[in-house]
């Protein structure tokens, strides 16, 4: 059964950094491009950053470009996603997502039919 766990979540003050985990099972990570979502109160999904699949190219929203970082440890079957300089307008739930289509780019406007459960990035003072 295909899996998508995240974790790593949790209360931070402005500035600080979190990294987020994406664990599969099921699956192999690297033939799946990989997309982070979040989704605030109050507000429609949106994408963030996403890695391709196979040679793990990669791609950040303008708001979160330079203070986030996407990687992937295949060894692990993990994707992370390093947040620093975080603001309070970065809370929101955190998801993780999987689409196997076969295009060279992710693409945040894939259909990414596997989600995982979320986590809660919540930054405040």
């Known amino acids: 059964q295909l899996q998508l766990v995240e974790s790593g979540g949790g209360l931070v003050q402005p500035g600080g950094s979190l990294r987020l985990s994406c664990a599969a099972s099921g699956f192999t990570l690297r033939n799946y491009h990989i997309g982070w979502f979040r989704q605030a109160p109050g507000k429609e999904r949106e994408g963030i950053s996403c890695?391709?699949?196979?040679?793990?190219?990669?791609y950040y929203a303008d708001s979160v470009k330079g203070r986030f970082t996407i990687s992937r440890d295949n060894a692990k079957n993990t994707v992370y996603l390093q947040m620093n300089s975080l603001k309070p307008e970065d809370t929101a739930i955190y998801y993780c997502?999987?689409?196997?289509?076969?295009?060279?780019?992710?693409?945040?406007?894939?259909?990414?039919?596997?989600w995982g459960q979320g986590t809660q990035v919540t930054v405040s003072s």
């Open positions: 890695i391709s699949r196979s040679d793990g190219m990669t």
């Open positions: 997502a999987a689409d196997p289509k076969m295009f060279s780019l992710c693409s945040f406007r894939f259909q990414y039919p596997y």
